[in-house]
């Protein structure tokens, strides 16, 4: 954890601070000499956990980023959602001559023209998804699910 490495190094440079205080004032040749040593060992030890702590902060940075990236696409895919489900309404269920249920836009008084089928699968997943009609106009499929519905029974 980096918070607590971080308190160790501000520890460690407190006590080489206190020992420095403490060598000011020696008279004696080994114990400057044990001091220096010592300092020398805490600091590459602040300089070893200093450079841990970059490494983590860099690791949480990353992670940071990848999780807003994820929070950005999930928040896409609600917003869709919540859209498709305002915009549901506008939608009715229609019973195909096999007996088999597509949804299609519903149509506007007035209107003349037939709103095309939409697959019920993809429909179900809250993706409004046009059934596309064949040549002759007997079958029809959804290219994103392969959904296929013939419009009137098969003999
Ligand atoms: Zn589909």
Redo the contacts with the bound molecule.
């Keep these: 954890m980096a918070i607590a490495e971080a308190a160790a190094v501000v520890t460690t440079l407190k006590n080489a601070s206190d020992l420095v205080q403490k060598l000011r004032s020696s008279q004696s040749k080994e114990e400057l000499q044990a001091g220096i040593a010592a300092l020398t060992e805490m600091l590459v030890n602040a300089r070893i956990a200093a450079l841990d702590i970059l490494e983590q902060k860099a690791l949480l940075m990353d992670e940071r980023t990848s999780l807003n990236g994820r929070i950005e696409t999930l928040e896409r895919e609600n917003r869709k959602l919540v859209d498709f489900d305002d915009q549901s309404q506008k939608y009715e269920r229609v019973k195909m001559p096999t007996g088999i249920f597509v949804y299609r836009e519903k149509q506007a008084a007035g209107g003349n023209s037939q709103p095309p089928y939409l697959?019920p699968?993809?429909f179900a997943e809250k993706k409004a998804?046009i059934l596309q009609a064949s040549s002759d106009g007997t079958f029809f499929q959804?290219h994103?699910?392969r959904?296929g519905e013939y419009l009137n029974p098969q003999p």
């Design positions: 697959c699968h993809c998804r959804c994103d699910c959904f």
